[in-house]
């Protein structure tokens, strides 16, 4: 067992090596908090959005943050399943979150996408980071774990931008 909680590791038969194991644990916390803050963040969103597409926003932004909800579930599960100790206050999440914090003097709904989009971006290149990283690790499942995540976050993503079409913004 290490003495970093967010790699500690209890006994547990998987067939993985204890270093192994840390490591992808260490990587899923930490994916786990940007998740986590990034769920926060797309829900500050739905909660304030204004402007001629607030509805269609709301419901969009809702919708985002659900998906970021059952993730977070998902991810701190595989934390477990591998004998570690999922680690996802939100003190936690946003001090090892990779995203900036959210702007809080924004109303109008294209700011609100833009903000996301330059959320979702980081977010989904950590994802592809973390796929490698899992693979090179000899962790098929957490790779793939990873690859079912970076496939809607790419969709959401392309779903910001669309909104920010022919916007000098993008």
Request: aromatic residues 8%; proline residues 3%.
């Amino acid at each position: 067992m290490t003495t970093n909680h967010k790699q500690r590791l209890y006994p547990t038969r998987i067939d993985m090596p204890a270093a192994t194991r840390s490591e992808i644990v260490g990587l899923l916390n930490a994916t786990l908090a940007t998740t986590l803050d990034l769920k926060t963040q797309v829900k500050q969103a739905h909660w304030n959005v204004k402007g001629m597409d607030f509805y269609q926003l709301h419901l969009l932004f809702d919708e985002m943050a659900t998906e970021l909800d059952d993730y977070v579930d998902t991810i701190a599960e595989r934390v477990t399943a591998l004998g570690g100790l999922a680690v996802g206050t939100a003190r936690t999440a946003a001090a090892d979150s990779i995203l900036p914090e959210f702007p809080f003097d924004i109303l109008d709904g294209k700011e609100y996408v833009t903000a996301l989009a330059d959320r979702y971006a980081p977010y989904a290149q950590h994802l592809r980071v973390a796929i490698d990283k899992a693979g090179e690790l000899g962790d098929a499942d957490t790779a793939d774990l990873y690859t079912e995540i970076s496939r809607t976050i790419d969709k959401r993503l392309w779903f910001l931008e669309a909104h920010l079409q022919g916007s000098a913004k993008l």
